[in-house]
């Protein structure tokens, strides 16, 4: 299932921060990467990696994730894909249960620092 992208900034950079929200599994064509947590949850990093680029700054220095999980069933796994992703020095973290669109099982924020 397709949806539009909203209407927002990918990023917003402060002057010593780059701010990232609404971060969600979806491919180039804004449809859903997956049916399955992990699938998108990848896909959402993924997705934040490239937008970190995008505004000139490294994935080194993310400094927050918060993470918005639509079933905190899906938290261990949650937790190991963010070891993985940050296998050392990983930043602050937030992780809570949220009421997201459908068909959404995670979304993102995350600030990152001038390094």
Not at 46 to 71: C, H, I, P, T
């Amino acid at each position: 299932m397709a949806f539009s992208k909203p209407k927002c900034a990918d990023f917003v950079a402060l002057r010593d921060a780059v701010l990232l929200s609404g971060i969600v599994g979806v491919t180039d064509e804004w449809e859903c990467s997956g049916e399955d947590f992990d699938t998108q949850a990848r896909q959402a990093f993924a997705n934040a990696q490239r937008v970190v680029k995008e505004a000139g700054r490294n994935w080194g220095d993310v400094a927050f994730v918060r993470a918005f999980l639509a079933d905190i069933s899906h938290y261990k796994d949650y937790s190991a894909l963010f070891d993985e992703i940050f296998p050392s020095d990983p930043p602050a973290r937030t992780t809570v249960q949220a009421g997201l669109v459908g068909p959404f099982l995670v979304e993102l924020e995350i600030t990152v620092t001038n390094g």
